[in-house]
T-cell receptor, first 114, second 109 residues
Framework: NAGVTQTPKFQVLKTGQSMTLQCAQD?????MSWYRQDPGMGLRLIHY???????DQGEVPNGYNVSRSTTEDFPLRLLSAAPSQTSVYFC?????????????FGPGTRLTVL | AQRVTQPEKLLSVFKGAPVELKCNYS??????LFWYVQYSRQRLQLLLR??SRESIKGFTADLNKGETSFHLKKPFAQEEDSAMYYC???????????FGTGTRLKVLA
C-alpha cells in the first residue's frame, strides 16, 4: 500500500492564481481531512470528509474548496491564492469515522504564494 | 472555544533523564485525546491515545480531568525520541480535531 499520497511536494504560486492540491489514499478509508501547518500555530483543520459526496468545514475553511467524488481522492482547491495561504498542507485519512481511529498523514505539500 | 495548549516550544533533556511534555486542554465535554509525533523527515504519526491506556516506545500519558491535562511522560529519554510532538483533541460527536502548537523534544547525548 502507498498509504496517503500528496502531490505536488512543493509549489510556488503568484497571488490570484488557482491550483489543486491532490490527496489520495489506497486504504479504503472513509474519513479524509486537510490541515495546514504554520509556524507557532500547529495543525489547523481546513476541511474534512466522512465519505464520498460528504464534506464539511473545519477551523479555517475560507479560501479553500474540497470535493469527494470517490473514496480514494480528496483534492483541495485554492481558487485565488493569497500570501496568507503560504503554508505546509497535510492530508490525512482514517478507517471509519469513529473517534479513536488513527489518522494516517501524507508527506505534505509546501506551498508558497508570492 | 476548544483549545489545546502545549506551553513549551522546545524541551531539551539529556539522554537517560525523565521527560514530560505538557498538554492542557479546554473542552466542556469528555475529551478524546491523542499524542502524535513527527520524527525528522518522516510523516506525522500516532503515538498514543488516552482511551487505550497504552505505553508506546516507553511513553505514557494520563488524562487528568481535574487539571484538564494530558501530559506525555517517559522515565528515561533516548536520543531517538528527538522529534516534534503534538497533542490533539477530538470533539466528541464530531469529526473535528484540534491540535496543539507542538513541542520539539531534543534529547542530548
Amino acid at each position: 500500500n502507498a498509504g496517503v499520497t500528496q502531490t505536488p511536494k512543493f509549489q510556488v504560486l503568484k497571488t490570484g492564481q488557482s491550483m489543486t492540491l491532490q490527496c489520495a489514499q489506497d486504504m479504503n478509508h472513509e474519513y479524509m481531512s486537510w490541515y495546514r501547518q504554520d509556524p507557532g500555530m500547529g495543525l489547523r483543520l481546513i476541511h474534512y470528509s466522512v465519505g464520498a459526496g460528504i464534506t464539511d468545514q473545519g477551523e479555517v475553511p475560507n479560501g479553500y474548496n474540497v470535493s469527494r467524488s470517490t473514496t480514494e481522492d480528496f483534492p483541495l482547491r485554492l481558487l485565488s491564492a493569497a500570501p496568507s495561504q503560504t503554508s505546509v498542507y497535510f492530508c490525512a485519512s482514517s478507517y471509519g469515522t469513529g473517534g479513536w481511529n488513527e489518522q494516517f498523514f501524507g508527506p505534505g505539500t509546501r506551498l508558497t504564494v508570492l | 472555544a476548544q483549545r489545546v495548549t502545549q506551553p513549551e516550544k522546545l524541551l531539551s533533556v539529556f539522554k537517560g533523564a525523565p521527560v514530560e511534555l505538557k498538554c492542557n486542554y479546554s473542552y466542556s465535554g469528555s475529551p478524546e485525546l491523542f499524542w502524535y509525533v513527527q520524527y525528522s523527515r518522516q510523516r506525522l504519526q500516532l503515538l498514543l491515545r488516552h482511551i487505550s491506556r497504552e505505553s508506546i516506545k516507553g511513553f505514557t500519558a494520563d488524562l487528568n480531568k481535574g487539571e484538564t491535562s494530558f501530559h506525555l511522560k517517559k522515565p528515561f529519554a533516548q536520543e531517538e525520541d528527538s522529534a516534534m510532538y503534538y497533542c490533539a483533541l477530538r470533539e466528541a460527536g464530531t469529526y473535528k480535531y484540534i491540535f496543539g502548537t507542538g513541542t520539539r523534544l531534543k534529547v542530548l547525548a
